[in-house]
């Protein structure tokens, strides 16, 4: 008889999770010390990152039952993966356009990087709906409004000075920064749904 794989979605979004984190850890040592070897490296865990994404995809698509929503698992995962490649953009834009870094981007990206941590943990939590996810959400959020301030203080700070081509290149800069830590936001909502759907 002919049995249909089974697909353990709670260790693929772990694996997920872990690598987004791994790679804002990585973003966190680039902007403190830019390089091309580091710079490789986020570029190197982004990809490990989308094919993690690719394979839960794979799996969700040739499965019939999840262990709870569908479209939570794709999302989740979408969430989480943007994160990770929001960093590799940071960097790459920070090489291409020649950019160095500054207190404001060591700042944002060390928040990114707690964030995505409570976000790992909220996770691994998923599996048996354990009741401290909720306060790794919380975390997670708080993380995201602390970056959400620091963003406007990087702005604030960003346009007291008169160097227009260095303005554009930083906004730019700092609004990957920003898209990162809303899907961090997004992904602890998710989770929290998920808590609330499953318990």
């Not at 995505?116 to 306060?135: C, F, H, K, P, Y």
């Amino acid at each position: 008889m002919w049995f249909r794989k089974r697909f353990d979605f709670y260790q693929m979004l772990l694996e997920q999770a872990r690598k987004s984190e791994e790679g804002l850890k990585a973003l966190c040592d680039f902007v403190r010390s830019p390089g091309v070897e580091l710079g490789k490296k986020v570029d190197a865990i982004e990809k490990e990152a989308d094919v993690l994404r690719r394979t839960l995809i794979d799996a969700l698509n040739r499965t019939f039952v999840t262990p709870f929503d569908r479209e939570d698992i794709f999302t989740l995962s979408r969430t989480i993966d943007d994160m990770v490649d929001y960093a590799n953009s940071t960097v790459e834009e920070m090489m291409l356009f020649e950019v160095k870094s500054n207190d404001h981007l060591k700042k944002m990206a060390e928040a990114l990087y707690q964030a995505s941590q409570n976000i790992t943990w909220a996770v691994e939590g998923l599996r048996d709906m354990r009741s401290s996810i909720q306060e790794y959400i919380i975390r997670a959020k708080k993380s995201e409004n602390l970056m959400e301030h620091l963003y406007r203080e990087a702005l604030v700070d960003l346009f007291k000075h008169k160097d227009m081509v260095n303005l554009l290149k930083m906004r730019e800069i700092y609004r990957h920064l920003n898209n990162a830590a809303d899907r961090g936001d997004e992904a602890a909502d998710i989770v929290s749904d998920i808590l609330v759907k499953n318990t």
